[in-house]
């Protein structure tokens, strides 16, 4: 049983500060409700206080997934104790399995699948079975992130999937689920560790990352870490670059206070690719015949950006019952997209090119976050609640763009590098102006093994971009029951509910479509195993999106709402340690993804949902040998089903299995050696694909294999 709660008098200025901006905010009928539980015993030591995310570092150590906080539940929740499905991917697995893209990072999480490429820059997914939207289902520690570019690996310290409709917590979203990167945090121990690495296309890098106190009583400690690569892509021509830097302070400024903040940095640059053309339209396997390496665009089409990532956060604990904290953070995207697109159709073995110029892409986005959490009690039932405010403003600015046409290259020898550059023409315009506040409450109340989670919240966006402008408010509900009948196991059904905003979508009559929405029936399983070293958890859903937009057969230029999609799903995962020195990371999904509406009545009723999988599943196993102390043997798979372009169904993408295996030897004096041999079949596949009416026009290849050494140093 926990020490009771008891109030701490003594504050500083900052904590003052903080508590009467808090009370002002969500006022302080908590605070006079909040009671220790009775029985409790007496306080033996000052409590610090608790942070929202626990950094949890598995390196060599038995895994416990289940006993893990995560920035996924506002209430502070366990991953074993949260009413819904939630895949947490830690850094010590990325750093395993070499993880350099996102693809490798999700690739560990059930239900999400590969959705599409744009033209090198970044990837797109769907999580179970629809698009996670990438301005609003992208989360940087909990707060709502711009996902244009590829987020930085190197200040990541774990990856949080949130499944489902998740409306309460973080507002306008697509229903499939979000996707939380959460930031490497100061520690208390010094910690200075560098790593280089080379590998297959000219790949090198090297990386940094050092934390620690700054002073005597480790109070305030600090984090610097850094990256940069050059090389990797597999397409002729083409070497990507990435650096960044990333910097964060902690400061317990009293045992009940704690301000930490963060800056980050990063660019990439590289030439737009856009994958092979297909000589059968009718055949996407016939691009087998081509080089994997094939480059069909100019060597002046590059896509180039960077990103800039601020936050702060002051947390503070008026009493052991009573706890509240503020948020700020700014996300700021620059990008030049200039790329070869489309290319095909393959006629007389020469290859139709076209470009698109979209420079001068400018988003800002801004957050802020205010909540308190209260733990008090009405007999026998125990509420954990929460209260809070968010508001989130958005604004990007398109710059001139241009469309033009290259001219025909041989499909099996294209020769580049003879078309001039071409300038974009037009001019600005902006992109988006989005505002939007919501409300929400959260009651959580257990009595005995059961609990029962309510939680309201209420949004009000408005968008100034659109015609007409965009002003809506929704309130969104949300329950979750849940039965532990072991404290290593738990049942739990779920209801939730999400909104999604039709900005500039027009209906006949020059109407403002409504929002579309999601709604999610859940229930799932979870159990610790083998003295709480091993989590598996198993979940049954039901989703469905209604009000999404299609275009208006007898009104070109505006839509009507008809569509309606259903998902219904099982996922399965275990995670963590078979013995000490054995530890797994398993996924498998199952969908049965159905369009049950759309643009034309009956048209496509029945049909698979677009770039949406029947089957996913990954596999990860690392064992130590014991015999060899330091030296450890590893691998896995990845398998996406095959998928359709379009709900037409007409064109089917294959699916694919691809193993990666891995070698790694920790010496003495903290030096770690590592192999990784991706692909190790060679296996040729396709992870994403344009198609016309007559068929494909392209598929984008993924990594054949590949070869990667990299070499630890931490001191």
């Not at 988003?363 to 954990?384: K, M």
């Not at 198993?538 to 569509?563: C, I, K, W």
Request: aromatic share 8%; with cysteine.
């Amino acid at each position: 049983m926990k020490p009771p709660l008891v109030p701490r008098p003594r504050r500083t200025a900052v904590a003052l500060a903080a508590q009467a901006a808090l009370w002002l905010l969500c006022g302080s009928a908590i605070a006079q409700t909040a009671e220790a539980p009775p029985g409790a015993p007496a306080a033996t030591a000052t409590p610090t206080l608790r942070q929202v995310d626990v950094v949890d570092s598995t390196a060599g150590a038995a895994a416990t997934p289940a006993r893990r906080a995560q920035s996924s539940s506002r209430l502070g929740l366990p991953v074993l104790e949260t009413p819904r499905a939630v895949s947490v991917i830690d850094s010590a697995l990325l750093e395993q399995q070499l993880a350099t893209t996102e693809r490798d990072v999700l690739r560990n999480a059930a239900g999400v699948s590969s959705r599409s490429e744009y033209a090198g820059s970044y990837s797109q997914f769907a999580i179970r079975g629809l698009w996670a939207n990438n301005t609003y289902n992208y989360l940087r520690d909990g707060a709502k992130f711009v996902h244009l570019l590829d987020p930085p690996l190197f200040n990541i310290e774990r990856v949080e999937v949130i499944k489902g409709p998740a409306a309460l917590e973080f507002g306008q979203v697509a229903p499939g689920g979000l996707v939380n990167y959460v930031s490497k945090r100061p520690q208390a121990d010094p910690l200075r560790s560098v790593k280089i690495g080379a590998g297959s296309h000219g790949w090198r890098n090297a990386e940094f990352d050092l934390t620690g106190p700054l002073n005597a009583d480790g109070t305030l400690r600090y984090r610097l870490d850094g990256s940069a690569s050059r090389g990797g892509s597999f397409v002729d021509g083409n070497t990507p670059r990435k650096q960044g830097l990333a910097g964060s302070l902690e400061w317990q400024l009293t045992p009940d206070t704690r301000w930490r903040a963060q800056a980050e940095y990063q660019s990439l640059e590289g030439v737009s690719t856009v994958g092979l053309a297909v000589p059968d339209p009718q055949n996407p396997r016939s691009a087998d015949v081509l080089p994997v390496g094939t480059f069909y665009g100019e060597p002046w089409l590059r896509t180039d950006g960077h990103l800039r990532f601020y936050s702060t956060e002051l947390q503070h604990r008026f009493t052991d019952s009573l706890e509240g904290r503020v948020h700020l953070s700014r996300n700021e995207t620059f990008r030049n997209v200039n790329m070869v697109y489309p290319i095909g159709p393959v006629t007389g073995g020469q290859v139709a090119r076209s470009y698109w110029l979209a420079p001068g892409q400018n988003y800002t986005s801004d957050t802020a976050l205010a909540e308190l959490r209260a733990q008090v009690r009405t007999g026998p039932v125990r509420h954990t609640l929460l209260a809070g405010l968010d508001w989130r403003a958005i604004e990007g600015v398109y710059g001139a763009r241009g469309t033009g046409n290259l001219g025909a290259v041989d499909l099996y020898q294209p020769v580049t590098g003879l078309v001039p550059p071409a300038a974009s023409g037009g001019s600005a315009a902006v992109a988006s102006d989005t505002r939007n506040t919501g409300l929400f409450v959260q009651d959580r109340l257990a009595l005995g093994d059961f609990s029962l989670l309510l939680g309201l919240r209420h949004d009000r966006l408005k968008d100034a971009y659109t015609k007409p402008a965009t002003d809506l408010s929704k309130t969104q509900p949300s329950a979750a029951l849940s039965w532990q009948p072991l404290p290593a196991s738990m049942f739990y059904v779920s209801h939730a509910r999400s909104f999604q905003a039709n900005s500039g979508t027009l209906l006949w009559g020059d109407r403002a479509a409504p929002p579309s929405e999601g709604k999610q029936l859940e229930v799932g399983w979870k159990q610790e195993w083998l003295g709480q070293r091993l989590l598996t958890t198993v979940s049954a859903f039901a989703l469905e999106l209604t009000n999404a937009p299609a275009n208006d057969p007898e009104h070109p230029g505006y839509s009507v709402l008809t569509g309606r999609q259903r998902i219904k799903g099982l996922e399965v995962e275990a995670q963590g340690r078979i013995t000490p020195g054995w530890s797994v990371t398993a996924q498998a999904t199952f969908l049965d993804p159905k369009v049950l509406a759309d643009t034309v009545p009956g048209a496509n009723v029945g049909h698979r949902v677009a770039l949406a999988p029947r089957r996913t599943a990954s596999l990860w196993t690392q064992y130590r040998l014991p015999r060899v102390p330091g030296l450890w043997v590893g691998g896995g798979l990845v398998h996406q089903g095959d998928k359709f372009t379009a709900n037409d169904n007409r064109w089917r993408l294959p699916g694919y299995t691809v193993v990666d295996l891995a070698l790694g030897y920790q010496f003495g004096g903290g030096v770690r050696l590592q192999a990784n041999l991706k692909n190790a079949a060679n296996r040729r596949y396709y992870v994403d694909a344009s198609t016309t009416a007559a068929g494909f026009a392209a598929v984008t290849p993924g990594e054949p294999r590949s070869l990667y050494v990299t070499l630890d140093y931490t001191f």
